[in-house]
Structures are given as structure tokens and as C-alpha cells.
């Protein structure tokens, strides 16, 4: 039972650039996340899933795309890619709701110059 | 929008002593949960409180839920090696997804 798996665990990108973060859970759960997280700020929601075929904007989605077209995967786009998106990207899902724990993954570390 | 705020940002403790961590909001908190992050690690969940002025306990770790539900803390007795990390509250802001704070980061020297 792997849990949370996310692809790469590193990548490092040049301005303009695209690319795709997969977030893969095998625990049938309904709803997972995408969150950066950069020093002292914590946790940012980017977008956000409830279910197969939804996702929904969070606290920063600007310069990120996401799909949710199978229940397991979520995948994370950044079409053109910023220095400022320069961050660790976490994904996380929780079996229904978000009164239920989330589960990490252990996160993208992406870098671009 | 929402924001969660925990106050210290850092905290330096001797092994053995007791550790605080608070989390404070201007609007009224839904549900409060708290995540552990080890250094180089991923959030891991600790714990949920629901109910105004609930308390729990996870052997050494002791969380409340104000009254008001505006604010929780986390306590830690007699920290010990093992509980460096940052400490993490979230409200899921009456809705589907979550508000972070920033954390509070614990070291503890042997």
C-alpha cells in the first residue's frame, strides 16, 4: 500500500518552460490537493479536487492548471513556468470531505531558473 | 480571505523541558487539525478538534480547542529529541479545503 506518490521528487526547470506533477493515491479516497510550500509561509492551497472530474481553485491558482480525469491521479501543470513558482509541491488526498485527515505525499522539490 | 495565524514562529527548547504552540484566528474556526513536519518530511496528521473547549490527549502531546473557537494550542511535556519539527495547525474553513498556518518550528537540544 503505497499511499500518496508523487512524480519526480526533483526537477529542475528554465523560465518559460512547462510541465506536469503527478500525484498518484491508491486508497480510493475522493478528494486530494495541491499545496506549495515555501519558507515561513506554511502551506498554500493551489487547487483542490472532490472527486473524479471536479477541481476547484484555492488560495493561489494563478500560473497552475490541474485534471482530475481518474479518481487516483491529480495532475499539477505549470504551462509556463516563473522563478516564482519555485517551491516544494505537496499533494495530499482524504477519503471524503475535509473533515477527515489528509494524506502527503513526500513532495516535489522544483526549481526554476 | 481566512488567516490562520501561530505564534512563535520558532522555538528553541532544552530536551526535557515543555513546548507551546498557538493558533489564532480572527474569524471563528470550524475544525481545527494539527500536522507534525519533520525536517526534509512531509505533513503527517496528529490530530482533529471539533468541539468548543474540546481537550485532547496523545501521550505527551495535549491539544485544546478555545472556547470561543478562535484559537488552539498545542502543548508538549517534557520534549524530547524525537518531537523536532514543525508543527502545523489548518482550518477546513467551513468548506471543502483547508487554511494553513505558517507553522511553528521546534528544536530541541540534547
Known amino acids: 500500500n503505497a499511499g500518496v506518490t508523487q512524480t519526480p521528487k526533483f526537477r529542475v526547470l528554465k523560465t518559460g518552460q512547462s510541465m506536469t506533477l503527478l500525484c498518484a493515491q491508491d486508497m480510493n479516497h475522493e478528494y486530494m490537493y495541491w499545496y506549495r510550500q515555501d519558507p515561513g509561509m506554511g502551506l498554500r492551497l493551489i487547487h483542490y479536487s472532490v472527486g473524479e472530474g471536479t477541481t476547484a481553485k484555492g488560495e493561489v491558482p494563478d500560473g497552475y492548471n490541474v485534471s482530475r480525469l481518474k479518481k487516483q491521479n491529480f495532475l499539477l501543470g505549470l504551462e509556463s513556468a516563473a522563478p516564482s513558482q519555485t517551491s516544494v509541491y505537496f499533494c495530499?488526498?482524504?477519503?471524503?470531505?475535509?473533515?477527515?485527515?489528509?494524506?502527503f505525499g513526500d513532495g516535489t522539490r522544483l526549481s526554476i531558473l | 480571505g481566512q488567516q490562520v495565524m501561530q505564534i512563535p514562529q520558532y522555538q528553541h527548547v532544552q530536551e526535557g523541558e515543555d513546548f507551546t504552540t498557538y493558533c489564532n484566528s480572527s474569524?471563528?474556526?470550524?475544525?481545527i487539525q494539527w500536522y507534525k513536519q519533520r525536517p526534509g518530511g512531509h505533513p503527517v496528521f496528529l490530530i482533529q478538534l471539533v468541539k468548543s473547549g474540546e481537550v485532547k490527549k496523545q501521550k505527551r502531546l495535549t491539544f485544546q480547542f478555545g472556547e470561543a473557537k478562535k484559537n488552539s494550542s498545542l502543548h508538549i511535556t517534557a520534549t524530547q529529541t524525537t518531537d523536532v519539527g514543525t508543527y502545523f495547525c489548518?482550518?477546513?474553513?467551513?468548506?471543502?479545503?483547508?487554511?494553513f498556518g505558517p507553522g511553528t518550528r521546534l528544536s530541541v537540544l540534547p
Open positions: 474569524t471563528t474556526l470550524s475544525n
Open positions: 495530499a488526498s482524504s477519503l471524503t470531505g475535509a473533515r477527515l485527515p489528509q494524506h
Open positions: 489548518a482550518d477546513n474553513n467551513y468548506g471543502q479545503n483547508f487554511v
